[in-house]
C-alpha cells in the first residue's frame, strides 16, 4: 500500500512538473505572438499616419488609431503574462519607450487636424522613436526566443520575419509617397533601401515555399506570393511612378496572408 502511495504520489509530481513546463511554453509563445503583434502594429500605424498628414481624411485616422490600440493591447499583454522570460524592468523599459511613441503620435495627430499640415521636426521624432521601439522590441523579441524550451519553427519563424518587413517596407513606402520630406524621417531604418528589403522578402519567401504545404496552408502562402510579385517592382524600383494606394493595399494583404500562414503552421507544430 505505502509503495503505491508513493507512486502515486510521484505520479502526481511529474503530472505537475509536466503542466507547469506546459504552462512556460505556452507562456513564452505568448510573449513571441505579443511582441510579433507589437512590432507590426507600430509599423502599420506609422504608415497609416504618413497618409493621414497629407490626406487629413477621418477613416486613414482611423487606422492610425487601431493600430496604436493593437500595439497598446499587447503591451498590455506583456505586462500581464507570468512568464519570468523577460524582466520587469525590460518591459518597463519598453512600456516607457511605446508612452513616448503615442505621445509623439497624438501630436502629430493634433497638428494635422489644427493645422492642416505635419510639423516636420516633430514628424522626424516620431519616425525616429518608432525605430527605437523596433529595436528594442526586436532584441526582447530574440531574448524571448533564445530562451524558450521549445525548437523555433523556422517557417513561422520565417512568416513573422516577413511580416515585420512588410510593415517596414510599407510604412517607408508611405513615408515616400505622401511626403517629399517624410521619405527622409525613417530612422535608423533608411539604412537598408527599399530594393535590398525587397530582395530580403525574396529569401524570407523561399524559406515558407520550401516545406511541405497542401490545402488552407498551401492556399494562403500561394495568395502571398501570388500578392507579392504583384507589387515587388515597385519595391525594387520604388524611384518609379506608382499607385500608392495600390501597393498600400496588397501590402495589406500579404501581412493578412502571412497572419493566417502563422495561425496554420502553428497548428501544425
Given at each position: 500500500m505505502k509503495d503505491a502511495r508513493n507512486g502515486t504520489r510521484s505520479l502526481l509530481v511529474g503530472v505537475a512538473l509536466l503542466l507547469a513546463a506546459f504552462g512556460t511554453?505556452?507562456?513564452e509563445s505568448a510573449i513571441l505572438a505579443d511582441l510579433h503583434?507589437?512590432?507590426?502594429?507600430?509599423?502599420v500605424g506609422l504608415a497609416a499616419y504618413y497618409q493621414f498628414s497629407a490626406s487629413g481624411d477621418t477613416v486613414t485616422l482611423?487606422?492610425?488609431?487601431?493600430?496604436?490600440?493593437?500595439?497598446?493591447?499587447?503591451?498590455?499583454?506583456?505586462?500581464?503574462?507570468?512568464?519570468?522570460?523577460?524582466?520587469?524592468?525590460?518591459?518597463?523599459?519598453?512600456s516607457d519607450e511605446f508612452d513616448k511613441?503615442?505621445?509623439?503620435?497624438?501630436?502629430?495627430?493634433?497638428?494635422?487636424?489644427?493645422?492642416?499640415?505635419?510639423?516636420?521636426r516633430l514628424m522626424s521624432e516620431m519616425a525616429n522613436q518608432a525605430q527605437a521601439l523596433s529595436n528594442?522590441?526586436?532584441?526582447?523579441?530574440?531574448?524571448?526566443?533564445?530562451?524558450?524550451?521549445?525548437?523555433?519553427?523556422?517557417?513561422?519563424?520565417?512568416?513573422r520575419s516577413a511580416a515585420v518587413l512588410m510593415a517596414q517596407m510599407m510604412s517607408k513606402y508611405s513615408a515616400r509617397s505622401n511626403s517629399s520630406v517624410a521619405q527622409t524621417f525613417q530612422g535608423a531604418d533608411t539604412e537598408v533601401p527599399l530594393d535590398a528589403q525587397a530582395k530580403n522578402f525574396d529569401a524570407l519567401m523561399v524559406i515558407l515555399n520550401a516545406g511541405t504545404s497542401d490545402g488552407d496552408l498551401k492556399r494562403t502562402i500561394d495568395g502571398v506570393s501570388?500578392?507579392?510579385?504583384?507589387?515587388?517592382?515597385?519595391?525594387?524600383?520604388?524611384?518609379?511612378?506608382?499607385?500608392?494606394?495600390?501597393?498600400?493595399?496588397?501590402?495589406?494583404?500579404?501581412?493578412?496572408?502571412?497572419?493566417?500562414?502563422?495561425?496554420?503552421?502553428?497548428?501544425?507544430?
Open positions: 511554453r505556452a507562456d503583434s507589437f512590432r507590426i502594429s507600430n509599423f482611423n487606422g492610425v488609431v487601431e493600430s496604436v490600440n493593437s500595439a497598446n493591447s499587447a503591451m498590455n499583454a506583456l505586462k500581464e503574462n507570468d512568464s519570468e522570460v523577460l524582466s520587469e524592468d525590460q518591459l518597463v523599459g519598453l511613441y503615442k505621445e509623439l503620435m497624438k501630436q502629430n495627430i493634433n497638428d494635422v487636424r489644427q493645422q492642416g499640415y505635419p510639423d516636420m528594442i522590441s526586436t532584441k526582447l523579441y530574440t531574448r524571448a526566443q533564445e530562451s524558450s524550451q521549445t525548437d523555433s519553427d523556422q517557417r513561422i519563424e520565417a512568416a501570388s500578392k507579392w510579385q504583384f507589387i515587388r517592382g515597385s519595391y525594387v524600383n520604388y524611384n518609379d511612378d506608382n499607385v500608392p494606394f495600390i501597393i498600400d493595399r496588397y501590402s495589406k494583404g500579404i501581412l493578412e496572408g502571412l497572419r493566417e500562414t502563422i495561425e496554420l503552421l502553428q497548428q501544425t507544430v
